[in-house]
């Protein structure tokens, strides 16, 4: 019966770590191992999510996510809901104390008859690890250059008329399994195509790297398709600046993910 629990003192502010608990729910992959998620109810008590994780085993986990107040702190609990495979939860816990933050995940999932259950040790490393890797997150937040992060907001916005100005007339851009193209017409006609490819397009930042006028951004692009799913990939983009304006953007990755057009 898989069933773990690891807690630790994160040395941040209970602030900063409640903001990164609030984004886990929305955007688990910058937290989980896992490939898709979609946000299937959103009401004022509790968000219904479903995702699919396929390590260390293949599962679909539908979970109601509800944040329950503590005295010094907050429960965030994640209940399985209509799973084949288990019954049971899955709490971060934060709280405030004379020592500081701490963060405590446990797994308190029970399978059902049939199901072949995650052993206890597995179980055990995965809390421990999704506890340090939060607690590393919050010590070590990412901060992207303000000229790269102008980028990604208006690439996000798909707003091209001022993410074209940001751009040398030859810069060399790449989106993903796009082509490389030269000019900056090109580079805003390829994100003009991106845009109305899907409703929605939003970039998490995990790690980044500067070097003189060059930055190495690394994380996620979640793309929201017209029907409301939402998929995951990940991108390495280096951005070259020269004379205050961007010469290239090569975003590198997985492809594009399938799915419908505009309706």
């Known amino acids: 019966m898989p069933q773990a629990s690891y807690s630790t003192v994160v040395d941040a502010s209970y602030e900063e770590v409640r903001v ?9 992959r910058k937290y989980v191992p896992v490939t898709r998620c979609r946000i299937l109810e959103r009401t004022g008590d509790h968000v219904l999510r479903e995702m699919f994780q396929p390590l260390p085993v293949p599962l679909t986990i539908r979970e109601r996510i509800r944040e329950i107040p503590l005295d010094d702190g907050v429960d965030v609990v994640f209940e399985h809901v209509g799973d084949d495979t288990y019954t049971g939860a899955f709490h971060n ?18 399978p059902r008859s049939g199901t072949d ?18 607690k590393h997150l919050a010590e070590h937040p990412v901060r992207v250059p303000g000229w790269a992060e102008e980028f990604f907001g208006l690439l996000d916005a798909a707003d091209t008329a001022a993410l074209g100005g940001l751009l040398t007339e030859d810069c060399r851009f790449r989106l993903g399994d796009g082509p490389e193209t030269t000019g ?40 929201t398709a017209h029907d409301g799913d939402t998929h995951l990939v990940p991108r390495l983009t280096e951005l070259r600046r020269r004379g205050g304006r961007m010469s290239s953007v090569l975003a590198f990755g997985g492809d594009f993910p399938a799915g419908p057009g505009p309706r």
């Open 20 to 28: 990164l608990l609030t984004d886990k729910i929305d955007r688990p």
């Open 93 to 110: 816990t934060l709280r405030r104390g004379p020592g500081g933050v701490t963060l405590e995940y446990r797994m308190d999932w029970r």
């Open 117 to 134: 259950p995650l052993p206890d040790e597995e179980a055990a490393r995965m809390v421990r690890e999704g506890v340090l890797h939060m």
């Open 184 to 223: 900056r017409a090109a580079a805003v006609a390829a994100v003009e195509a991106v845009a109305r490819r899907y409703a929605a397009i939003r970039h998490d930042h995990v790690g980044v790297t500067v070097v003189d006028d060059r930055a190495f951004v690394s994380g996620y692009a979640e793309y």
